[in-house]
């Protein structure tokens, strides 16, 4: 897909493009053939439901802003807190809160000089943008082929790596195949890993332990709509049905299946034929596996009881591997197979053995778990930002919302206090952002790290706990905000989702993407958004919608999985 940019200063009426003398107007850009509206007011191009916070971000030298139907009449108008510095991107800002705007219909806002994209407020927001994100997700099919339309366009992907996968690189392998098709496609890339699988694929189970209102009536163009599983759980289950692939007769897991290295940039799924093979076990997989596979047996169990009985076993299996094991189980990467995911394993055990005290009741399980969380502070407290290397966060959310008999009582309740104030740290943040320099909501005030837009999603999920334990509309006006932050209140005025919102990227780092002949990135995806390793004063200005962008714009299921969570908080 052909990308161009005519950067326009700010004095000229008009400038010219070098691509054929296309002409654009002083506060516009120039972007694949069109025009696009340099707006200043950043706020969720989406739009906000009536009952929540809203706020945008915008330069100038007057805080007075107005908000406007799509009849240019006028809806509120107030005075913006500010100005301060942003202490990320140093920018001089103002933040206006319009929360009390809650009447359906279609905005925008005036302010500084400038204005904002056309936004909704609307009771049923966030069910579209659930759907496209689902879209998101089924698009990573692997061992299959996978199509739908979105707007003008159909997206469609042929059968792929339906050889997988071979078991030379297992320690009792040979040159033979297991089957092991079925699962998501993990990022940019087409390999498929036990740890990060696992990860995105609870993080959706937990949405719907949590918030099924909000998700069991998905319609999804999965070739299992229709069927006896709800749509938003058919596509979970084609996750797990991969994940049930990677154990072997003894419990152990693989800890991945990919390529000795990554294939070129333009190579479809269906042109992606370089044999693919099992890595050798891991303890992380193996715990990861285990986790995971308890809690599906819990969900499944209303669905299908042989379902949720193969996931009851398997998970048993996997834990006695474990436990019989205790000592990591790691191996080389070098040469033979493509991503990261190692890490230590101990916060892998301690959310396989939540997982399995909760799905079974055995002391045996819940004693493992309290022996690591009082093994030292980190595995009893609740880090505010996590990914697959500490998978912490999963395991204290199951134990402090368990309904279970049997726990330690003083652990309980540093646990759940814990919670409680990471949240209200992050609410502090979000929302109390004139004294914290943060003019972007974002809980995550000054991180960023590879993959950082998928830890703001991930927010939502700490925030959720609390909510529960301890009620507090301003832990839904954090998560709110967070969403807000991902689709466009944020530095660049842009949504960072394919798909959705004002001017989202249009040239992700995903295959299919780059691959296809369709002049729109597959919809539904959530890009990684700014760091910067080498320069720490851009780590909050240095996204680039460029395919070749690796560390800023790629996509991942772990991005996509929390921001699915953290719509199903809000959607209902």
């Not at 800002?93 to 994209?117: C, K, M, N, Q």
């Not at 009792?172 to 890339?189: F, M, Q, V």
């Not at 009082?374 to 009893?380: D, L, V």
């Amino acid at each position: 897909m052909k990308r161009l940019l005519c950067l326009v200063a700010a004095s000229a009426l008009l400038a010219a493009c070098d691509d054929g003398g296309i002409r654009c107007n002083a506060d516009e850009s120039f972007e694949d053939g069109q025009c696009i509206k340099d707006f200043k007011v950043r706020l969720n191009s989406v739009g906000y439901l009536p009952g929540r916070a809203k706020w945008a971000t915008f330069p100038g030298s007057s805080g007075d802003f107005q908000v406007l139907g799509a009849d240019g009449s006028m809806a509120l108008s107030g005075t913006a807190r500010g100005p301060q510095i942003d202490a990320d991107t140093r920018e001089n800002l103002w933040e206006a809160d319009f929360s009390s705007l809650s009447t359906p219909g279609t905005f925008h806002i005036v302010a500084g000089g400038s204005r904002s994209p056309d936004f909704k407020v609307a009771a049923d927001l966030y069910d579209g943008v659930l759907n496209t994100l689902m879209l998101g997700m089924y698009g990573q099919r692997c061992g299959t082929n996978a199509t739908f339309s979105y707007g003008a366009d159909t997206f469609s992907h042929d059968e792929c790596h339906m050889e997988d996968a071979h078991l030379d690189f297992f320690p009792e392998g040979s040159s033979a195949i297991k089957l092991a098709t079925r699962g998501w496609h993990d990022a940019g890339d087409y390999g498929k890993y036990t740890n990060n699988g696992s990860f995105s694929v609870a993080m959706m189970l937990y949405a719907w332990q949590r918030h099924q209102p909000a998700l069991e009536g998905l319609s999804l163009p999965i070739p299992e709509h229709g069927g006896p599983l709800p749509d938003f759980l058919a596509e979970c289950k084609w996750q797990m049905d991969w994940l049930s692939s990677m154990q072997f007769d003894d419990g152990s897991v693989s800890d991945r299946i990919t390529t000795p290295s990554f294939d070129q940039l333009d190579v479809t799924p269906s042109a992606s034929t370089t044999p693919r093979r099992f890595a050798p076990v891991s303890t992380v997989a193996v715990a990861d596996f285990a986790a995971t596979m308890a809690l599906a047996a819990r969900v499944y169990q209303t669905y299908d009881a042989d379902i949720a009985q193969s996931y009851s076993d398997a998970a048993s299996k996997a834990y006695a591997f474990l436990i019989a094991n205790p000592t990591p189980i790691t191996f080389s990467l070098t040469g033979n197979f493509t991503g990261g995911y190692q890490s230590d394993d101990k916060d892998d055990r301690l959310w396989a053995a939540a997982e399995m005290w909760e799905l079974t009741g055995d002391a045996s399980a819940l004693s493992d778990f309290e022996q690591i969380a009082k093994s030292g502070s980190k595995f009893a407290t609740v880090n505010p930002s996590f990914d697959w290397a500490d998978l912490t966060t999963l395991g204290l959310t199951t134990y402090a919302l368990s309904q279970r008999d049997g726990r330690d009582a003083t652990l309980v309740t540093e646990i759940q206090q814990s919670f409680i104030s990471t949240a209200d740290t992050m609410a502090k943040n979000a929302i109390d952002v004139l004294t914290q320099g943060n003019d972007y909501g974002r809980a995550l005030f000054g991180t960023y790290f590879w993959g950082i837009n998928g830890a703001i999603a991930r927010t939502a999920i700490t925030l959720d706990v609390a909510n529960i334990l301890a009620p507090n509309p301003r832990y839904l006006d954090t998560t709110s905000l967070q969403l807000d932050h991902l689709l466009g209140r944020n530095y660049y005025g842009r949504s960072f989702v394919t798909g959705l919102g004002f001017f989202p990227p249009q040239s992700p780092h995903h295959r299919p993407s780059i691959s296809d002949n369709v002049n729109a990135p597959w919809p539904g995806l959530l890009v990684g958004g700014s760091h910067n390793e080498q320069d720490a004063t851009q780590k909050a200005t240095s996204w680039k919608d460029d395919s070749g962008e690796a560390p800023t714009n790629e996509i991942a299921i772990n991005w996509n999985a929390p921001m699915i969570y953290a719509a199903a908080v809000i959607a209902r």
